[in-house]
């Protein structure tokens, strides 16, 4: 588009006169970005879905239902973020729409309406992911109020003292979200590499837990979980599940005993020295002024010593430094006062079947439902694509019959 500009400019205007435009409107004479922007430049031909990210982009095919399903189905869109798929899964839905509704022939406007129906299908599962996944945050984005992800498969940011960071893109202050499987993998290293003497030690280490954790950094780093302040409750996952971690009868996150996270009270004392500066102002009778100022200051009765005038209306004191002299030291029982997240027991295997399935796996259920419905490969005399077909179907079913 700006070339074209140009290019008309170049033909019907003076030099001049392009010289004095490009002065007021530099955008139409500057190139398209080399990379994309994440949105379409002011005045450029580039199209939104295509052109912006080159290795963003996912051919879309929208003549027939088959064709949208192939797209969904390509990994170049499963492996895109849910916010990128839902602009694909629009896109479809606006030109399939647009094509249907300019359609004449009635084989054309039929092909199509079965595109459509089942294009606003996917987009109407889309948005109920979305606004799912909008619920499972929580925070207002501020330093003493992060922006915390609670989706089930990560393990609850509420249940550990989660350290936050400035996100790029909106300024505000996030949780780095920990997934169930890399927590359950970082326990599952520490109860491995740490031997029980190591446990026993620091169960009571006397001193900050910040040591204990840089102790146990290498298999948090080894998942990507040691910058998230998570490192306190992989120790007492590992502690407490250590023996199953070990045997392997403990196999994934939620056969783990995670013990409650709490508040306690802490009492404390310590003695100071405080430097103050007192500022007062005694009333003396004298014949001058030197008289009254060396009567104060050479007192040798007191009589005009702070403490003689305290209360008076031009005392005041303030505190300019002080100094610990001893301590801090404990004073009294620790007392436990709330309790921020509660245990975890731990599920067997016949507690986890009776929970059913989750959210996630309620939309690959779906999808595999989807890819029964339009599997075409299935037809007399061809018993192991029916097989394949049926065993699949065998599949759905068991998990959609679990009791949620």
């Known amino acids: 588009m700006k070339n074209l500009i140009k290019k008309i400019l170049r033909e019907q205007w003076s030099p001049e006169a392009i010289q004095d435009l490009k002065a007021f409107h530099p955008e139409l004479f500057e190139g398209d970005p080399k990379t994309g922007t ?14 912006e990210d080159p290795s ?14 192939d797209t969904l189905n390509k990994a170049s869109f499963k492996n895109k973020s849910h916010k990128r798929q839902s602009q694909i899964i629009n896109l479809i839905h606006q030109r399939v729409r647009a094509a249907h509704s300019n359609a004449k022939d009635p084989k054309t406007k039929k092909r199509l309406k079965r595109a459509l129906d089942y294009i606003t299908n996917k987009k109407e599962k889309s948005k109920e992911k979305t606004k799912r996944l909008r619920e499972q945050t929580i925070g207002s984005g501020n330093y003493g109020d992060p922006i915390m ?9 509420q249940s550990y003292d989660a350290g936050s960071y400035t996100h790029a893109k909106d300024g505000k202050r996030h949780t780095s979200p920990v997934s169930k499987l ?28 910040y040591y204990r954790t840089n102790d146990i950094e290498t298999p ?13 409750k992989v120790f007492w996952a590992a502690f407490d599940n250590k023996e199953g971690l070990r045997d392997g009868s403990i196999t994934n996150y939620d056969q783990l005993y995670l013990r409650p996270f709490k508040r306690y ?10 430097y103050k500066t007192i500022s007062y102002a005694p009333k003396v009778d004298a014949f001058s002024k030197e008289d009254a100022q060396n009567n104060v200051m050479y007192d040798e009765d007191g009589m005009y010593h702070s403490g003689e005038w ?28 709330g309790i921020i997240y509660d245990e975890q027991q731990g599920l067997n295997e016949s507690l986890i079947k009776e929970m059913g399935p989750s959210p996630e796996e309620n939309d690959i ?32 079913d068991k998990y959609k019959n679990l009791p949620l």
Not at 56 to 69: A, G, L, M, N, P
């Open 38 to 51: 994440g949105k379409k430049p002011k005045g450029s031909g580039r199209r939104l879905y295509t052109d």
């Open 56 to 69: 963003d982009t996912v051919s879309v095919k929208f003549r027939t239902k088959e064709d949208i399903v």
């Open 149 to 157: 992800d609670t989706s089930s498969g990560n393990v609850p940011p």
């Open 182 to 209: 890399a927590f359950f993998k970082a326990a599952q290293l520490v109860s491995k590499m740490k031997d029980d003497m190591w446990f026993t030690q620091n169960e009571d280490g006397g001193e900050s837990t």
């Open 220 to 232: 948090l780093k080894v998942v990507g979980i040691n910058k998230t302040g998570i490192g306190d």
């Open 265 to 274: 009270e802490v009492p404390m004392y310590e003695t100071a020295r405080v």
């Open 310 to 337: 305290y209360g008076d209306p031009s005392y005041d004191e303030s505190d300019d430094d002080w100094e610990t002299t001893d301590g801090p030291h404990p004073d009294g029982d620790i007392k436990q006062i």
């Open 365 to 396: 259920i779906s999808e595999l439902n989807e890819l029964v419905q339009s599997w075409d490969g299935c037809e007399e005399g061809m018993p192991v694509a029916c097989r394949y077909k049926n065993q699949v179907q065998e599949l759905i």
